[in-house]
């Protein structure tokens, strides 16, 4: 197959996920959709890294999933955080930080 | 073969991508998204990734996700109303995204660049093999490498410090059993209430501890 | 060795006191600071003495010696440089300055003694004598500027110096505020003389002065009368002299030494200094030559009418300063910086004398509640004798020849200069007759009640201490006069002062007797070489007419007093409501008060009100800084909205950035 239409399943992905973030209010959904969007990117690296022949591209798709779960482990943290304190898991509900 | 194999993993990673933002449960969402990934790890595979497949199924959507899952399950992932509270975004969001996603089409189709056509360039099978991941690691990555774990250790104890447990405040009550009889539900509104006579271990949580 | 060796540690000693006495005040125990000060000024003196030498071991056409010790800025045709110009006229100024101060200083020990400020007035009274040596020392504008403001900034903390008195703060504030008029009067015409001349040095401007101006002389004789604003300030002439009296609210030996002896002389000095630009501007030295001459006429009519002693001395300075400026404006500069050299000697010891008989007063000041002190105070009287004979131009005394010789030089001018002649004579006999009014109506007559006291031993001290001007009672705390009072019979170091300043006041004048010693027209003589005026000597019966005529007058000055004032003691009220409106107006200071508190203050402080109500508070409160403020909050505000909370609006502004930059991307490449 042509590198194209890896990185057309790669865009579409992509904007999936970022359209999932600006309609969901449960942030853990928002967070899965991050993860999405990640790994939108993850692929389009590895189709990058094939269609150069060097691995460096696996190596940083590799890197982006260690970030990407340790994010994930400190969005959950807040999530529970929140939970804990009885406030609602929303976001339009958690909009104290405003100017 | 490929071409097929192709297909069917594309249109699984998108319909697992359409099905995270979807559903209303959240437990649905995410087990769409563990069918996304494993989707994407046969496409990398695909793309002669098999150590990155390897680790995206055994990192990813087996370790990460089944957190996910846990989480899911103790803060609960009831269906919301798709009535926002805030901005009315749906329709506006789906201009943008789609709006991105001709953009990143244009981008990456229409840039002449010649890796976009071709299927790769030569490579031995020793690509994408996990000796070649690892020696890269180790030699030319090496400090990636320690940085990653670095940045783990240090997402590990924010999680913890984030998520415990303070003194003093307001700790998540135990459910109500409503079905239970309890003696404080059955004394109050009556005198002894008043004249705090309710039992000591009944009086509302929120006035232990002296708060 | 060079003459300016020792003019450098002239300079230095009195720095270098004030200095140790200022920043070591707690170190100092009891009258230590007293004569640290006063040892450093008689060592400055020494110097003196020793460039005195050192000049005189030159020729005469090599005394003018230029030193530099530093390059502040030098150039783009600007040469300001800390330089001092050693010739006969700084010399002499120095050696009057160090000598008067120095024997001030002495007296200041004994009458400073139970001040709370003792330490202050030493620190400050050294470094008035660093500003004065530094300002006749002056090689060049510069440092003659500096110097200058100095000695302004000097006089003003000394006259403050009892600083919760509010009446010497506002005569301070009075004094200093005149001096910059001056300062700014001194600033500009050095700007004018520069801006032709092309360099600040004294002696290359000298040199390039006939070329310099052709074609322009408007713009020299500008600058040549803003100096004389600068030397009007200083030297309390019309009409900046307002402020002289109210200095007298400043102890006594400030007002001898600043207000008698030394600042006040420094607008002659810089009249006899800048006779190169005078004689090319002669409209100039004309408008200094009248307005001298208007002082001292005026300042002899108020001293009749006055009762505050210290106030009749002021006025006495201020028309002897007159004598000095009219002569110097019309090229008899030896006989106006000799007449500078014996009035140092005599002003400074009535100052000295009439400090003790304050004392013995315990601070009252007016001469109406004084009176017979002769047998009480034989010391004081005798001191207030041979000032007052000196100030009133008798001979042998020393004020005599030296009035006498400004007035014979300024008739030998000629023209309209014996206007100046004879009303020079007339100021002479005022002089004579309110000097021996004040000495008459202070030690003749009846003992007074303090008198009295004293001759039974005892110094007579005030219940309560009160401002000698308004009555106000005040405490002998800091920042007002101490409990004690010093008078001469009683301290040794006061009575050494002013015997010397006595026998000075005596002998000073015989230097220079006409046509028997000529000491210092000759030592002046290379300061002024090529100057026709100074040249000009006055024909021997001209000289003998000015001789003779000059003890006439003193001596029926005198005689006068004496007939008013203590043979038919009524006359002097008599004559006062006779001439009812000629008194109010010499009590009033010829109105000239009055007049700057219509013409200036008054529409000054008029225009702060408006500044203050109006402008400050509508226009730039509310409009500039209001308008300011409010233009920022409504942007701040509309910048504001986008922070709305909402996390996904966050993320929707998020994708829309992005898009618009690939957008831009895309269309660009």
Excluded at chain 2, 37 to 57: G, M, P, T, W, Y
């Amino acid at each position: 197959m042509a590198l194209g239409w890896y990185l057309t399943v790669s865009a579409l992905v992509f904007c999936l996920g970022a359209a999932g973030v600006l309609i969901r209010r449960n942030p853990l959904v928002i967070l899965l959709c991050l993860e999405l969007m990640l790994n939108g990117g993850n692929l389009a690296l590895v189709a990058f890294s094939r269609g150069h022949g060097s691995a460096d591209g696996q190596i940083f798709a590799l890197i982006v999933m260690v970030v990407a779960a340790c994010e994930v482990v400190v969005g959950l943290g807040l999530i529970v955080a929140i939970h804990r304190r009885r406030l609602p898991v929303d976001v339009d509900e958690l909009s104290e930080l405003r100017g | 073969m490929t071409e097929v194999l192709f297909f069917i993993a594309g249109v699984g990673a998108i319909a697992g991508a359409m099905g995270v933002i979807g559903f209303g449960n959240a437990f649905y969402s995410v087990l769409s998204l563990v069918f996304h990934l494993i989707s994407l790890a046969v496409l990398f595979l695909l793309l002669q990734a098999q150590f990155v497949a390897a680790a995206q199924v055994v990192v990813y959507a087996g370790a990460v996700m089944v957190l996910y899952v846990f989480v899911v399950a103790y803060v609960g992932g009831k269906g919301q109303s798709l009535a926002p509270v805030g901005p009315a975004l749906t329709p506006l969001a789906a201009v943008f995204a789609a709006a991105l996603a001709v953009e990143l089409l244009i981008a990456l189709l229409g840039s002449g660049l010649s890796v976009v056509n071709s299927t790769g360039a030569a490579s031995g099978a020793s690509f994408g093999t996990p000796e070649q991941i690892g020696e890269l690691f180790l030699t030319k990555f090496l400090l990636a490498f320690e940085v990653a774990s670095y940045l783990l250790l240090v997402a590990a104890v924010g999680a913890v410090i984030l998520a415990r447990r303070r003194r003093g405040l307001p700790d998540e009550p135990t459910p109500a059993p409503s079905h239970v009889e309890s003696p404080r539900l059955a004394l109050v509104g009556t005198m002894a209430e008043t004249v705090h006579a309710l039992p000591e271990s009944e009086r509302s949580p929120a006035h232990r501890g002296g708060w | 060795m060079s003459p300016t060796t020792p003019a450098w540690l002239v300079l230095a000693f009195p720095l270098v006191g004030t200095a140790a006495i200022g920043l070591g005040w707690r170190r100092l125990a009891g009258r230590s600071a007293g004569w640290i000060a006063t040892g450093s000024i008689a060592l400055s003196f020494a110097g003196s003495i020793g460039v005195l030498i050192s000049l005189l071991g030159r020729p005469p056409a090599e005394r003018q010696v230029v030193s530099t010790l530093y390059d502040y800025a030098n150039t783009v045709g600007v040469d300001a440089r800390l330089t001092i110009l050693v010739d006969p006229v700084s010399v002499f100024m120095i050696l009057v300055v160090s000598g008067i101060s120095m024997l001030i200083h002495l007296y200041s020990v004994a009458y400073m003694a139970s001040d709370r400020g003792y330490v202050r007035f030493f620190s400050y009274l050294n470094y008035f004598v660093f500003s004065m040596l530094l300002l006749v020392l002056a090689g060049n504008f510069v440092a003659l500027i500096i110097g200058w403001a100095f000695v302004g900034a000097a006089s003003y903390l000394l006259i403050s110096f009892w600083y919760r008195r509010t009446t010497a703060t506002a005569a301070g504030i009075k004094a200093f505020v005149m001096n910059v008029i001056g300062d700014a009067g001194l600033v500009l015409g050095t700007y004018f003389i520069f801006s032709h001349v092309g360099t600040l040095d004294f002696l290359k401007t000298f040199d390039a002065l006939p070329r310099a101006f052709a074609g322009h002389q408007g713009d020299l004789v500008a600058g040549c009368l803003l100096l004389l604003v600068g030397a009007f300030a200083k030297s309390a002439q019309i009409p900046l002299h307002t402020w002289l009296p109210d200095a007298m609210e400043g102890p006594t030996p400030v007002s001898a030494l600043i207000h008698a002896a030394t600042m006040v002389t420094a607008g002659v000095y810089l009249i006899a200094r800048m006779h190169p630009l005078f004689e090319q501007a002669p409209a100039a030295a004309d408008v200094g030559a009248i307005l001298g001459c208007a002082t001292l006429l005026m300042a002899a009519t108020i001293g009749l009418a006055v009762t505050d002693l210290k106030r009749v001395i002021a006025y006495s300075t201020m028309s002897q300063i007159g004598y000095m400026i009219m002569g110097v404006s019309s090229g008899a500069y030896a006989a106006g910086l000799f007449h500078l050299y014996t009035h140092a000697f005599f002003k400074a010891l009535l100052f000295m004398a009439a400090g003790s008989l304050i004392g013995a007063m315990a601070g009252i000041q007016s001469l109406d509640r004084m009176g017979g002190f002769r047998r009480a105070m034989p010391f004081t009287f005798g001191c207030f004798v041979i000032g007052g004979l000196a100030l009133s131009a008798v001979p042998p005394f020393s004020g005599y020849f030296s009035k006498d010789d400004i007035l014979v030089a300024v008739a030998n001018r000629g023209g309209w200069h014996w206007a100046l002649y004879v009303l020079g004579y007339l100021g002479s006999f005022i002089t004579a007759v309110y000097t021996f009014r004040m000495i008459f109506r202070a030690f003749l007559g009846q003992p007074v009640e303090q008198a009295r006291e004293l001759e039974a031993g005892h110094l007579h001290h005030a219940d309560a201490p009160v401002n000698p001007m308004t009555g106000e009672e005040e405490d002998p705390d800091v920042g007002f006069p101490g409990p004690e009072h010093h008078i001469a019979e009683r301290s040794p170091s006061m009575r050494i002062a002013m015997a010397v300043l006595a026998f000075g006041a005596v002998v000073a004048g015989l230097v220079q007797v006409p046509g028997v010693t000529d000491v210092i027209e000759k030592f002046l003589a290379p300061s002024f070489q090529g100057s026709p005026l100074f040249e000009a000597t006055p024909p021997p019966d001209l000289v003998v007419v000015g001789l003779v005529l000059g003890a006439v007058v003193g001596v029926s000055g005198i005689a006068l007093a004496w007939l008013v004032w203590v043979r038919r003691p009524g006359t002097a009220g008599r004559i006062r409501r006779r001439l009812s409106g000629v008194y109010e107006l010499l009590v009033n200071k010829w109105y000239f008060d009055e007049l700057y508190d219509a013409a200036f203050v008054r529409p000054g402080a008029a225009l702060g009100r408006f500044a203050q109500q109006t402008f400050e508070r509508v226009f730039v409160d509310r409009t500039l800084v209001g308008g300011t403020t409010g233009i920022v909050r409504a942007g701040s505000t509309a910048v504001r909205a986008a922070q709305t909370g909402f996390l996904r609006y966050y993320a929707a502004l998020l994708v829309v950035g992005v898009a618009a930059v690939a957008l831009y991307f895309l269309i660009a490449s």
